[in-house]
């Protein structure tokens, strides 16, 4: 039988990822035919594409021709990126900017996603017109994407957003959901972060963003330009491990909070904020609350299944 295809087409790259993958599946279910993209992982679910190559994503983009493109795809990691700086910055930069020539060669929306690393955290929050100050590498390759996309396609987006979580393949995929082992292994103590000042996103919320963003530049052209959307809840790692331990009725006596500035990989910030007035002035913004979205992230991992019972029934 003939299903119906929406007519509103959306390309998502990094679709494979922890934020591309609520990117993609907003878009499905909210009346959009979503075409997602990836690399390593993409078989058989989405489209293999490799964005350092150029003719392949000018095909993609010319063959589907999307109204709006979320470039998703980046590394993220920013250790990562001090040890491999040349692989970094040809996705975050090179890539991202040939993403947003293509997009403005079919008048795609394009939607960058940058992260709240590009400024040094001395004077939060910070709004769209604050000056970047990046203190590692990995904020300097995304404030370059960023320029490389408003360089190639002045129409683009640029979408800021600060550490992120949610439904995990893997406890590695977010730096928050990481910390699941240390705080159910009770037996032995583990120093914790209570330096850094964070606000962790819930993927879902910025999925919603990007759509919610998507629908309204199709009614009006100027939605373009930059944009930050985060989570509202300030926490170290220290208080999110605690805050996921009373979500999960688990002790955290073990968990040690350190104060001191971290000496060893790349340079954090100490405190990022972001300020989100200017989505939520446009009526867009979704918020899921720290220890509900942890919950519903968190669950499937826990090692004692005795637990379960205690926290769902």
């Known amino acids: ?12 790259t990094g679709a494979t990822g922890l ?13 959009w035919n979503a075409v997602g993209c990836g690399y390593r992982r993409a078989q058989p679910r989405f489209e293999q594409i490799n964005l350092l190559d150029s003719i392949a994503v000018h095909d993609i983009i010319h063959d589907f021709q999307p109204h709006v493109i979320v470039h998703c795809a980046a590394e993220r990691r920013p250790d990562v990126v001090e040890s491999q700086p040349d692989a970094a910055s ?50 300097k390759t995304k404030l370059e994407g960023e320029k490389a996309v408003l360089e190639n396609n002045e129409d683009a987006a640029v979408l800021r957003v600060p550490v992120l979580y949610g439904e995990v393949e ?19 103590s583990a120093n914790m972060d209570h330096w850094q000042q964070r606000f962790p996103t819930n993927v879902k919320d910025v999925a919603a963003v990007c759509r919610q963003l998507a629908e309204k530049r199709m009614l009006d052209p100027s939605v373009k330009g930059t944009f930050h959307w985060s989570g509202n809840e300030q926490m170290t790692k220290y208080e999110m491990a605690c805050a996921i331990a009373d979500a ?14 971290p000496v060893v990989g790349a340079l954090r910030p100490r405190n990022a904020q972001l300020d989100c007035s200017k989505l939520e002035m ?13 919950k519903e992230s968190l669950w499937p991992f826990l090692v004692d299944k005795r637990w379960r019972q205690t926290v769902f029934h």
């Open 1 to 12: 039988e003939d299903v119906e295809i929406p007519s509103r087409r959306a390309l998502i």
């Open 19 to 31: 934020l591309g993958r609520a990117v993609f599946k907003e878009f499905n279910e909210n009346n």
């Open 90 to 139: 040809q996705l975050n930069v090179a890539a991202s900017g040939n993403l947003a020539k293509e997009a403005a060669g079919v008048g795609a929306f394009l939607i960058y996603i940058s992260t709240d690393y590009v400024f040094d955290g001395t004077s939060p929050p910070y709004k769209e017109t604050d000056v970047p100050n990046p203190l590692n590498l990995y904020g």
């Open 170 to 188: 893997r406890l590695e995929e977010s730096a928050v959901t990481v910390m699941f082992d240390k705080v159910q292994f009770s037996n032995k």
């Open 248 to 261: 999960f009725n688990l002790p955290s006596s073990h968990l040690r909070p350190i104060t001191d500035c």
């Open 282 to 294: 446009l009526g867009i913004g979704q918020r899921t609350p720290f220890r509900a979205g942890i």
